[in-house]
């Protein structure tokens, strides 16, 4: 009894340590949604011998862990928020990876006739106009700040979204995802987490493939000189593996439902750190 | 032996929510003896045994004793008048004061024996002490206070509910630990009892001593009227 | 509703398929709040009989306050155990942020005031049972809270019970200090909200199923081991 209780706590504690390298990096909700760190992070295991160790939060939370050195690189799609990270230098650079695309998802009725318009500003006007039911992530991520610089080119600031029609969730995308099929409402959200949503009721895909929508990845490493306890080593390993022609054919190739998913963009000489 | 008394009680009130219940008292309890505390209900007489051995505090004057106080204490034992199992086997109850002192488990279980022997609960060791019957705990209380050979012992009150029998069995008890040096005071309604046991007595009305006398004078001559109203059986007012 | 069905089939087929990640996120999930528990109750028990026992000033306030930390909110207690153990925190150094030690700080910080309050409460009750017998007896203040603490032991099972209750349905601290990292911080209920925000819902409700069944197998097998309920003892 105690022999045994001995060794499951010597098994659940020294899981991280037991593991030749192990390396934590913090990535957006969106981006485990989308089922690719699946397809991933074996094979990372497999080609460098890392473990990747995911912590799933959003973007802001993201950054923050980055900041506090809690995570020894951030995988996120925010860039102005990145950029901020690399001016405080918690980062030591930027990398490109992959991109994927947002999509406006809403009821199959379409109330707002957005189903047939040629730009994103477009579909959201006529939203705003028909007052049809919204329902926004309000949780700061990359996808919520996504959502609010479309309504800001859309010319509809947040005094022209009412509340009898714009929810704010506050939640991850999943959650909001049920929000908004609860609510019977459109919602902005990126591709991978709409096709492995699994709740869809009766909402359908309504826009999509506006060049404005897409949204680049982006890894960054944290700062050694800030939090020398991080293992920059290992994460330019990873990077490395991120962007090698290996990483692309993965990315190029994962599919849900026959749909491609992330497009990758990263470039493939090493830019000096800016 | 000492000069000195082994406990004085020193004009000691006994104040609750700014109504007194007992005092001023004043008392010297001898090294010698069995004291019985006589008075109607509502006297204080649990209140003046409670205030003896440290369970009240005295609002004005002093309990004090012969012996240093932590030793007084050690040396004490009460048996209350609504007795207190602790939620165990009788056996747990009678080992409890001895294990608290040190006294390995077996010795005590072997003494606890004898005692249950002696109060003829013998078979009843391993059964919880609060499936007793009333008079049971009673007598059950009265071992564990004389486990420990106490040089003071207060009993209040402790053969309310008991049969002639069991009644029989606990002044067996008091005469024994009174003839092997303990000191006994205690209360009881049972005039019987009392003048079998007693060789003082203190009368106690409305929380003060009337009286106070060698068991023979306040049997044949009590002097207050309230104790010879209470002899006869009549109201005390 | 259909998600119901949906997932006590679920359940069932995790079972009896001994689906190996399940078994592991539920042992891990036993590990965390079992120890979390025995630390608290550790402290919590003879915490809760020593308020019982004292008398110091700010009593009622103390127990108050008692009272109503066992109202704590667990992503509070995350977030405030996050920013101990972070590396930019004054605990960071120990690296334990992310490992299920950070799971067990926070559990332990949401159960002790719990475990300590009932404790309390039922000791209360005791000791004005005891009180006279046990000042009577001469006992040393630590004699007295053993006592108590012993002979008051299925009501602190049960406070211990209660305790292991909160821990194993808890998330919203272990989420911010484990992270959920999978093979390494994720337990029950943070693979619960994972499948939930995946929209998963059959799959979550039937890994709830799974939990409820944990919890009340942990009782059950802590009542027959303690011999409680049993025959006419109370
Ligand atoms: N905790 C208390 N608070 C207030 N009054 C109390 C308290 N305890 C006892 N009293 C009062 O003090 C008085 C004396 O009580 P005590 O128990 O000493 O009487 P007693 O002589 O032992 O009576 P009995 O023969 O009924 O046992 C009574 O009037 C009782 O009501
Ligand atoms: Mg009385």
Redesign the interface.
């Known amino acids: 009894m105690i022999r045994s209780i001995l060794t499951?706590?010597a098994l659940?504690?020294s899981?991280?340590t037991l593991a030749a390298d192990t390396l934590?990096m913090a990535v957006t909700?969106s981006f485990h949604?989308s089922g690719l760190s699946e397809i991933l992070l074996p094979e990372i295991q497999k080609d460098i011998g890392l473990e990747v160790?995911?912590?799933?939060?959003g973007t802001g939370q993201a950054i923050r862990l980055g900041?506090?050195?809690?995570v020894d690189a951030i995988l996120v799609h925010s860039r102005k928020a990145e950029e901020a990270f690399l001016e405080g230098g918690f980062g030591t650079h930027r990398r490109e990876i992959m991109y994927n695309d947002f999509v406006l998802v809403g009821p199959s009725d379409d109330p707002a006739k957005i189903a047939g318009v040629e730009t994103a500003k477009e579909a959201l006007t006529a939203i705003a106009v028909n007052e049809a039911p919204f329902a926004s992530r309000g949780d700061d991520s990359g996808t919520h700040k996504m959502e609010l610089a479309l309504w800001n080119t859309a010319g509809i600031d947040d005094t022209k979204r009412g509340t009898s029609w714009y929810n704010e969730a506050g939640a991850?995308?999943?959650?909001t995802?049920?929000t908004a099929a609860g609510l019977n409402a459109y919602v902005l959200t990126d591709r991978a987490s709409w096709l492995?949503?699994?709740?869809?009721q009766s909402l359908t895909l309504l826009f999509s493939g506006d060049p404005v929508l897409f949204n680049q990845y982006a890894f960054l490493p944290v700062n050694p000189e800030m939090?020398p306890?991080v293992k920059h080593d290992l994460a330019m390993n990873l990077e490395n593996w991120l962007t090698s022609a290996r990483a692309a054919e993965l990315i190029n190739s994962y599919t849900i439902n026959g749909e491609t998913l992330f497009t990758f963009n990263a470039e493939q000489m090493l830019k000096a750190a800016e | 032996m000492v000069s000195i008394p082994p406990l004085s009680v020193q004009n000691a009130s006994v104040t609750r929510n700014g109504k007194r219940l007992l005092g001023p008292v004043d008392l010297e309890i001898m090294a010698n003896g069995l004291t019985i505390i006589l008075g109607p209900n509502g006297a204080g007489k649990s209140t003046l045994l409670?205030l003896m051995?440290?369970?009240e505090k005295p609002s004005g004057g002093r309990v004090r004793f012969a012996a240093p106080r932590?030793e007084a204490?050690?040396q004490?034992?009460?048996v209350?008048q609504t007795p207190?199992m602790?939620?165990?086997t009788v056996l747990g109850n009678l080992t409890?004061?001895l294990t608290?002192h040190g006294t390995k488990r077996a010795n005590a279980e072997k003494q606890a024996l004898i005692w249950l022997n002696s109060i003829g609960l013998a078979g009843h060791e391993h059964q919880?002490a609060?499936a007793l019957s009333g008079g049971e705990r009673q007598k059950l209380a009265l071992a564990r206070a004389l486990i420990r050979a106490p040089q003071l012992l207060f009993l209040d009150e402790p053969c309310a509910n008991l049969d002639g029998a069991s009644t029989r069995d606990i002044e067996r008890l008091i005469l024994e630990a009174r003839n092997t040096g303990t000191r006994i005071l205690m209360a009881t309604h049972d005039l019987g009892q009392a003048r079998r046991l007693a060789t003082d007595v203190l009368f106690l009305n409305k929380g003060r001593i009337t009286e106070s006398a060698s068991a023979e004078s306040f049997f044949n001559s009590p002097k207050t009227p309230e104790a010879q109203a209470f002899l006869k059986g009549d109201l005390v007012l | 509703m259909l998600e119901i069905w949906q997932g006590i089939q679920a359940a069932f087929w995790l079972i009896v398929t001994f689906d190996a990640d399940l078994y592991e996120i539920a042992?891990?999930s036993l590990?965390?709040t079992c120890?979390a528990v025995a630390i608290a109750a550790l402290v919590g028990l003879p915490l809760g009989a020593w308020l019982a026992v004292s008398r110091y000033r700010f009593r009622r306030f103390v127990i108050a306050m008692l009272n109503a930390l066992m109202g704590l909110p667990p992503v509070v207690v995350g977030l405030v155990v996050y920013l101990m153990l972070?590396?930019?925190?004054p605990f960071?150094v120990m690296?334990l942020?992310?490992?299920?030690?950070a799971m067990i700080i926070a559990q332990v910080i949401i159960l002790t005031p719990l475990i300590a309050s009932i404790a309390h409460q039922s000791i209360r009750d005791?000791w004005a049972?005891?009180h006279?017998?046990l000042?009577?007896?001469?006992?040393t203040r630590s004699?007295r809270i053993k006592?108590l603490l012993w002979?008051?032991r299925r009501a602190l099972l049960t406070a211990a019970l209660a305790g292991f209750g909160r821990g194993i349905g808890e998330v919203g601290a272990i989420m911010i200090v484990g992270?959920?990292?999978?093979?390494?911080t994720r337990v029950m209920t943070t693979a619960i909200a994972?499948e939930?925000?995946?929209?998963?819902?059959?799959l979550a409700i039937g890994l709830g199923f799974v939990l409820i069944g944990l919890a009340i197998a942990v009782n059950l097998a802590l009542h027959v081991l303690s011999g409680t309920e049993v025959r006419d003892?109370?």
């Open positions: 499951a706590a659940f504690a899981a991280s934590k909700t949604n160790q995911l912590i799933v939060v900041e506090a050195g809690d991850g995308m999943g959650a995802l049920n492995n949503f699994g709740n869809k939090h306890h | 409670r051995h440290g369970l932590a204490y050690a004490q034992a009460f209350f207190v602790l939620r165990r409890y004061p608290l919880l609060s | 042992a891990r590990f965390v120890s972070s590396r930019s925190g960071g690296g942020l992310f490992t299920p030690w005791l049972e005891y006279d017998l000042i009577s007896l001469n006992t004699q006592t002979d008051s992270g959920n990292i999978d093979h390494v994972l939930t925000s995946k929209g998963d819902f059959a003892r109370w």
